[in-house]
């Protein structure tokens, strides 16, 4: 007699529903999402750090220039009026190799300095910038007021972007053959000086790609170490600190100086053994401008 065997029945199993589908699509939606934005803030904070080193850098070696003058090249400048004519004062520090730029970007006028002189009768420190003339970097038409009294000028400047380098005679070392790449964008070619470090003689270079911000050269100059000094590109003064502002590839920096009275512990008009020196160096990131700022004191 044949047996018949049970024949197993499998039980419908139901699938996911369309509402739990869409709300494991959402909360993947939400997962990708959030990570997205931790590797965009990382990745920015990443390039906002590289920029501020690189601002504290170029501050860092500024202040070191700056430490490395005489005193009385480094910014405010003193003197003592001329007591005969031509009562008037050359500047001595407005010069491309002191790194010191109009800080309107145009041409420099007597209105970008303060002049202060101390007044013979009651000892007090005049303002005599309008009493002034401005002609090839001098102060000139000094009152006779002031005829062999201490003065000082203070200012305050963008200071140009330097860099040394020694031009590549052959490819190695990842560089290209008579080309040197500048760290931050120079503008363009009629920004940009170069010369020679042990002469000082000026070596005009072929040229300029801002793209890739490369500066190329002569195979005649191949093998020269250079000092090249240029300007970053600035756009309008957008948030009313009287500079102008640096664009997103340039560092823009300013240089203040004052005397400094180590007694009362703060800037004073009087000459004084001891300067402060101020250089705040400006970048734009995320559409902000953020600055870092570095003192130093110099004495006599």
Not at 4 to 32: H, M
Request: proline share 5%.
């Amino acid at each position: 007699m044949k047996k018949t065997l049970p024949v197993p029945v499998l039980k419908n199993k139901a699938g996911f529903t369309i509402i739990e589908v869409v709300i494991a699509a959402v909360i993947l939606a939400f997962a990708i999402f959030a990570t997205l934005r931790v590797i965009s803030s990382s990745l920015s904070s990443i390039a906002r750090q590289g920029k501020r080193i690189r601002a504290l850098h170029i501050a860092q070696a500024c202040i070191g220039r700056l430490e490395g003058e005489k005193f009385e090249r480094v910014v405010p400048e003193n003197f003592v009026v001329p007591s005969t004519p031509p009562r008037e004062y050359q500047l001595k520090a407005i010069t491309r190799e002191e790194q010191i730029w109009d800080k309107n970007g145009g041409g420099i006028s007597i209105n970008d300095f303060e002049v202060r002189a101390e007044h013979p009768v009651n000892k007090t420190w005049d303002n005599i910038t309008t009493l002034c003339a401005y002609s090839n970097l001098k102060i000139t038409n000094i009152p006779s007021l002031y005829s062999g009294q201490p003065a000082y000028v203070s200012y305050s400047y963008y200071h140009l972007i330097d860099e040394g380098g020694t031009i590549p005679s052959s490819d190695g070392n990842g560089r290209k053959r008579g080309t040197i790449k500048l760290t931050s964008e120079a503008g363009n070619l009629s920004n940009i000086t170069v010369e020679e470090i042990n002469s000082g003689s000026p070596i005009t270079p072929v040229a300029y790609s801002p793209s890739t911000r490369e500066l190329s050269f002569t195979s005649s100059d191949e093998g020269k170490s250079v000092w090249i000094y240029y300007l970053s590109p600035r756009t309008a003064d957008s948030n009313g600190d009287g500079y102008q502002d640096p664009t997103n590839t340039s560092i823009v920096g300013v240089v203040q100086g004052s005397f400094w009275d180590i007694n009362g512990g703060g800037t004073t008009n009087a000459i004084t053994p001891i300067k402060r020196n101020t250089i705040t160096e400006y970048w734009k990131q995320d559409g902000k401008i953020r600055k870092i700022e570095l003192k130093t004191f110099i004495e006599q």
